[in-house]
Nanobody, 124 residues
Framework: VQLQASGGGLVQAGGSLRLSCAASGFTFDDYARGWFRQAPGKEREGVSCISSSDGSTYYSNSVKGRFTISRDNAKDTLYLQMNNLKPEDTAVYYC??????????????????WGKGTQVTVSS
């Protein structure tokens, strides 16, 4: 059972990236899925989460209006479209399986399974 994030890279401020997270070994249709990030010297923080029940989405204030989370259950893949990137978005981004009832909190406490991270670097 694993989650594998991809799509990170180096981009200039104002640019865009699309992260993907493929699941294997298990079907996560009944679980919420989320994106978290960790910048150097900082704690890991929640970025966005999407519920399994009705597709509700949640975003941290720092990315609201710029990032869009989505999921394709047929492919068991999670996405994060990141637009208008800023240098402060630089971090390792992790996808995760999240307890359904804790999706809206964007709290790492709700994570059931972590994926491997992908580095996003935004230059000014």
């Amino acid at each position: 059972v694993q989650l594998q994030a991809s799509g990170g890279g180096l981009v200039q401020a104002g640019g865009s990236l699309r992260l993907s997270c493929a699941a294997s070994g298990f079907t996560f249709d009944d679980y919420a899925r989320g994106w978290f990030r960790q910048a150097p010297g900082k704690e890991r923080e929640g970025v966005s989460c999407i519920s399994s029940s009705d597709g509700s989405t949640y975003y941290s204030n720092s990315v609201k209006g710029r990032f869009t989370i989505s999921r394709d259950n047929a492919k068991d893949t999670l996405y994060l479209q990141m637009n208008n990137l800023k240098p402060e978005d630089t971090a390792v981004y992790y996808c995760a399986v999240v307890q359904a009832g804790l999706c809206s909190t964007l709290d790492t406490y709700g994570v059931e399974l972590w994926g491997k991270g992908t580095q996003v670097t935004v230059s000014s």
